[in-house]
């Protein structure tokens, strides 16, 4: 039983190791975006009165905000 313990928990450890690996190396990959789509762009305090600007120049027309975070 003890034996069982140690594989499991050492299974456990490669996979929490495994899974760090992948979120730095998604966090440090190059994004692209598919051809005809405008570039993928950070918004930060400098960026937002550009992208109010743009959003609400659109103002009679359908627009949609979408906020997403991977946790």
Do not use: C
Not at 33 to 60: I, K, M, S
Request: glycine residues 8%; proline residues 7%; charged residues 15%.
């Amino acid at each position: 039983m003890k034996r069982f313990a140690m594989i499991a928990a050492l299974l456990a450890g490669l996979a929490v190791l495994a899974s760090g690996g992948w979120y730095l190396w998604q966090k440090n990959a190059p994004r692209e975006t598919p051809a005809g789509q405008p570039p993928l762009a950070a918004l930060d305090a400098r960026e937002l009165q550009v992208f109010r600007a743009a959003f609400n120049e659109h103002a009679g027309r359908a627009r949609i905000l979408a906020l997403l975070s991977p946790t």
